[in-house]
């Protein structure tokens, strides 16, 4: 099938079924116990800064590792599969100096995601598979200043971050994604920059991609890092037409469960939530099995309150196998009729009812 053609199947399916996507990659890549050698290859021998976990340069040095990955959660049901370009921005790679990387390391990763999901589509006609870009939030915030004493003060402008970032959708578009993901936003501002981005592309190059944006909460008080609600969020962000709009990391499903729901009741596009395996133990690692995760969200898709699931941090490919089997009887959300309200936002949510 051709991009467009995957695209309308896309929006078609959405409407049927709900969707599965994959599990985490970084925490799963880094369980290989990989050497500063391997993740050098041949291609970085030598280089000037140390690389290892650095897991988005597998798609360069290790891309069998990628592929199998992708293999894996493809077995386990997932309907999309995520490249392996969550820290793939020239601003993120600046951190091991491979800036000048990214456009090769986005076509890399979405070249490797395409190869794995066109194959199993071939091994099974009526389960189509669909590739999402990632574009994560980077390690630098445009909302939050960085020095107290000058308000004005930004650790990025946001034309760099949004150059950094279309850098990146040009690779990802090229190596064959269907779908583009900003994930992990904890700063809206950021997000926007990515969203200008995703919108001059397509303009310039007349194609359609469809976007996802996925918030998450940076502590307990269902807020992001920029002070918003996701209802806040959702005001802010919906001119954008997305997608899909949702949840995925920062906590567990139990967590999070309050904030999905809100969204879902007044979100006029598809809601996607994918959450962390629970909370990380004292060692960083993730406790929650596949069993506690799926009836979690099992829940979630009873109750009507989401159109895609997947699992983030923590998650596996067992993770994302029980999910599929707990949810496979379940129907998609039921998406709301558009609200008419003047609706606003700042860091919370404001609307006046007629």
Known sequence: MTQKERTELLYRSIGEKILVLD????????????????????????????????????NITQPKIVAELHSEYLNAGADIITTNTFSSTSVSQADFNLEKESYALNVAGAQIAREEADRWTQKNPSKPRWVA???????????????????????????????????????????GIDILLVETIFDTLNAKAAVLAADEFCKKNQVTLPLILSWTATDLSGRNLSG??????????KHANPFAIGLNCSFGARELRESVNNLAKIADVPVIAYPNAGLPNALGEFDETPKVTSDYLHEWTRNGLVNIVGGCCGTTPDHIQQICKRIESELPRQIPTNNRNLQLAGIDKFEIIN
């Open 23 to 58: 599990g985490a990659y970084g925490v799963q890549l880094q369980s290989q116990k990989l050497t500063e050698q391997d993740y050098q290859g041949e291609i970085f021998k030598g280089h000037s800064h140390p690389l290892k976990n650095n897991v988005d340069v597998l």
């Open 133 to 175: 870009g990632s574009l994560g939030p980077t390690n630098k915030t445009t909302s939050v200043a960085i020095d107290l004493n000058d308000p004005s003060m930004r650790s990025i402008e946001f034309d760099v971050l949004k150059d950094s970032y279309s850098n990146a959708i040009q690779g990802l578009y090229d190596g």
């Open 228 to 237: 918003q609600t996701i209802e806040a969020f959702w005001i802010s962000i």
